[in-house]
């Protein structure tokens, strides 16, 4: 988009569907001074939308890169959209074979559990499943435990635990017998709201990992762009009230939703 708007030349978006479905909208958008590669528009992390609506939204709104006279870029954009696809529809739905998208998203299930396990991943603290048959739908360490409290908290958010233990081939805690779970999203599934109670209790069981300074170490900085905010990392580091950290996950989201809402292309 960037390079047809630069040079003027037509761009055409033949969409697909959106492997998550269209419906799930989850998280807050990204703070400004964080944008990479890693996260370059102001979307949450699990936006709902296929590249086709993204594409148009970035076009519209304005956030392609600006030209090098500082002005504000569009471009000549083609959406061609898909036939008969439903919002509600997720993969599974669709009677397609999945062709993995990096060898560590071998199936739909990886990416979900992606959107939570990916950023805990970051913290260099448990395993999320590399080296095994389920990464990122697997995570532990050895004599990693939750309470009930913390477990049911996490059902609610619509993400399941089912006590694992497994041995990583590869990635942390290689060789090593690690205590954890199996994370299965139910009908409630909200990744990044269970992406901030599982990191605030992961802050809870390991608050060596969270000094004060950490937002100014390369892992640090890493993690921040990782979730889009930085004032999240230093909330954990001050051991703030779980509400605390679930506000600041879900900063603009509403914001989001109505700007979203004029791009949508697809029916429920």
């Not at 697997?138 to 233990?165: C, E, Q």
């Not at 004032?231 to 009230?241: K, W």
């Amino acid at each position: 988009l960037d390079a047809c708007a630069q040079f003027n030349k037509p761009c055409m978006v033949l969409d697909r569907p959106n492997p998550l479905g269209g419906l799930i909208v989850s998280g807050g958008l990204i703070d400004d001074s964080l944008r990479s590669f890693i996260g370059r528009l102001p979307i949450p992390y699990v936006h709902g939308c296929t590249l086709g609506e993204l594409a148009t939204m970035a076009n519209e709104e304005h956030w392609l890169t600006q030209n090098p006279m500082r002005k504000k870029q569009r471009c000549m954009l083609t959406v061609v959209k898909c036939k008969r696809w439903l919002r509600s529809e997720t993969w599974e739905k669709l009677d397609r074979p999945w062709y993995p998208t990096s060898p560590n998203i071998p199936s739909v299930e990886s990416i979900r559990g992606y959107s939570v396990a990916g950023v805990l991943g970051e913290l260099g603290l448990l395993s999320i499943g590399m080296g095994t048959n389920m990464p990122f739908q697997i995570i532990g360490a050895p004599g990693l435990s939750f309470s009930p409290s913390i477990i049911n908290g996490l059902k609610d958010r619509g993400l399941n635990l089912v006590k694992a233990r497994f041995k990583p081939r590869g990635g942390k805690f290689s060789g090593e017998i690690c205590d954890g779970y199996f994370l299965f999203p139910n009908r409630n599934w909200r990744p990044m709201e269970a992406l901030s109670l599982l990191m605030w209790e992961v802050r809870r069981q390991f608050p060596q990992a969270f000094p004060d300074t950490l937002i100014k170490t390369s892992n640090g900085k890493t993690l921040a762009k990782a979730i889009g905010r930085s004032d999240v990392i230093v909330a954990l580091c001050q051991g703030a009230q779980l509400s605390r950290i679930d506000i600041l996950f879900t900063r603009g989201y509403e914001e989001f939703l109505l700007t979203r809402r004029k791009y949508l292309l697809y029916d429920k």
